[in-house]
């Protein structure tokens, strides 16, 4: 890239010889070097009329001068910070700023280094999105083909329990069982995971009364945790509803995954407690297991807990933790 010369040095080099011309024509003219036909005093008036000329004509060039340059330059920003602008407002990134060869100075460099920065962006975010679907692709697939021989495996599970065996043999049957169905539910979370951060998974918001929402999940929800030994404590006014712009299917799957880990993670405590908090507008559902730090048997990789968060997140809501040896909280309200 070949520079051309700086506007701002021809700038300064013309006021530098304009203000150091000035003072030698009024030290020429204050020694008298031009000569004078008229009388002393008409000689003086009209130095000092010649002298105020003199300085005005050269404040008049100064002024035009700088205003010329001002504006040219003024121009050239406007339209740089115009492509700027656009690209802040817009979700794509603006065309890159024509640079005229004769215009490589200071401000032709800032132009160029912003078109290769805008190269640089879109090649990057393309190179992205195709790293991105093949990950979905990839996911995909995997949660699809993992499912056929998971399903060969519990038929294969059914078929030996009709076999005669030992109680050591029948508790190795259901320990194959319960881990076939956790690697079941976790291809299965996966994928949705994956069809939620792709904007594939199907979001209808509207008003809905969360407390009426949250009284049927728990309903859902009840046998399964009466018949895990827990105490259940449910503080659902109906006088207490509140509303939320929220997608009730979401909202569903939200609470579903939030039930599920405290069966698996906080079975220990035997406690489960679901409020509604109108005041504040805000949901609770406390358990008394070891906390979110303690090891669980459990396992798992987090997927779920991710997918809620990210629904919540999805539909302006977020969830707070509060977690320790008694147990956890976890409040959920708006953003």
């Known amino acids: 890239?070949?520079?051309?010369?700086?506007?701002?040095r021809r700038?300064?080099?013309?006021?530098?010889?304009?203000?150091?011309?000035?003072p030698l024509l009024i030290l020429v003219m204050a020694v008298g070097v031009f000569p004078a036909d008229e009388?002393?005093?008409?000689?003086?008036?009209?130095?000092?009329?010649?002298?105020?000329?003199?300085?005005?004509?050269?404040?008049?060039?100064?002024?035009?001068?700088?205003?010329?340059?001002?504006?040219?330059?003024?121009?050239?920003?406007?339209h740089l910070q115009q492509a700027m602008d656009l690209s802040a407002h817009t979700s794509d990134f603006p065309l890159p700023v024509e640079v005229p060869p004769n215009q490589l100075d200071e401000v032709g460099q800032l132009a160029y280094a912003f078109n290769r920065m805008i190269r640089q962006l879109e090649s990057s975010r393309n190179r992205e999105r195709e790293e991105e679907a093949l990950r979905q692709k990839l996911i995909a697939n995997l949660s699809h083909d993992l499912r056929t021989p998971l399903t060969v495996l519990r038929g294969q599970l059914v078929g030996?329990?009709?076999?005669?065996l030992g109680p050591a043999g029948r508790e190795s049957l259901e320990t194959m069982d319960r881990t076939i169905t956790r690697m079941g539910e976790w291809m299965e979370e996966l994928l949705s995971y994956t069809l939620l951060t792709s904007g594939?998974?199907?979001?209808?918001?509207?008003?809905e009364n969360i407390v009426r929402l949250v009284r049927a999940s728990v309903a859902a929800w009840y046998p399964v945790f009466e018949n895990a030994g827990f105490q259940i404590e449910a503080e659902l006014p109906e006088q207490g509803a509140f509303c939320w712009e929220i997608d009730p299917a979401w909202m569903?799957?939200?609470?579903?995954n939030l039930y599920q880990n405290v069966l698996r993670h906080a079975a220990s405590?035997?406690?489960?407690?679901?409020?509604?908090?109108?005041?504040?507008?805000?949901?609770?559902?406390?358990?008394?297991?070891?906390?979110?730090?303690?090891?669980?048997?459990?396992g798992g990789v987090g997927i779920g807990l991710s997918i809620a968060l990210f629904m919540l997140r999805e539909m302006g809501l977020q969830a707070h933790f509060s977690s320790g040896r008694e147990g956890?909280?976890?409040?959920?309200?708006?953003?």
Not at 276 to 298: F, V, W
């Open 11 to 22: 700038y300064l080099l013309v006021h530098f010889l304009i203000m150091l011309l000035f």
């Open 252 to 256: 569903t799957r939200v609470l579903d």
């Open 160 to 164: 030996l329990r009709s076999e005669p």
């Open 200 to 207: 594939k998974y199907p979001f209808r918001p509207g008003s």
């Open 269 to 298: 405590g035997r406690y489960i407690r679901i409020a509604a908090d109108a005041a504040r507008e805000e949901l609770e559902i406390e358990d008394r297991g070891p906390g979110m730090t303690a090891p669980s048997a459990e």
């Open 328 to 335: 956890t909280i976890v409040r959920i309200g708006k953003i």
């Open 39 to 78: 009388p002393a005093a008409t000689d003086a008036l009209n130095e000092s009329r010649s002298a105020t000329l003199l300085i005005s004509l050269v404040l008049a060039v100064l002024i035009t001068i700088s205003w010329l340059f001002f504006y040219r330059l003024r121009k050239r920003l406007i």
């Open 1 to 8: 890239m070949k520079k051309t010369r700086s506007p701002f």
